[in-house]
Nanobody, 120 residues
Framework: QVQVVESGGGSVQAGDSLRLSCTASGRYTMGWFRQAPGKEREFVAAIIRNGMNPRYADSVKGRFTLSRNNRVNTVYLQMSNLRPEDTALYYC?????????????????WGRGTQVTVSS
């Protein structure tokens, strides 16, 4: 059973930074998604196994940076210049596929989520 565990959420002010971490029990294509109350889960960022060319949602491009350390099977989502609209439950997920453009349905393994709250 593949385990995916997120950490690092919290409550911050607008303009602050946070770093989320996600550890999986193996090496996979990893993605971050978020879901705000009353909204559908949406893509945030994804990174393939070799860590090259992470892909980002337009809403976070230039503010979020996704990286990974394969020695510890961990990906890091560095979030800067946070906005109130970034408030959501952030989920990390693992895909056995090879593309960072994989649709959400290809992510078979999910963490429980970590809350990020940004106040103005």
């Amino acid at each position: 059973q593949v385990q995916v565990v997120e950490s690092g959420g919290g409550s911050v002010q607008a303009g602050d930074s946070l770093r989320l971490s996600c550890t999986a029990s193996g090496r996979y294509t990893m993605g971050w998604f978020r879901q705000a109350p009353g909204k559908e889960r949406e893509f945030v960022a994804a990174i393939i196994r070799n860590g090259m060319n992470p892909r980002y949602a337009d809403s976070v491009k230039g503010r979020f940076t996704l990286s990974r350390n394969n020695r510890v099977n961990t990906v890091y989502l560095q979030m800067s210049n946070l906005r109130p609209e970034d408030t959501a439950l952030y989920y990390c997920a693992a895909s056995e596929g090879w593309s960072s453009s994989a649709p959400i349905g290809e992510y078979a393994y999910w963490g429980r989520g970590t809350q990020v709250t940004v106040s103005s």
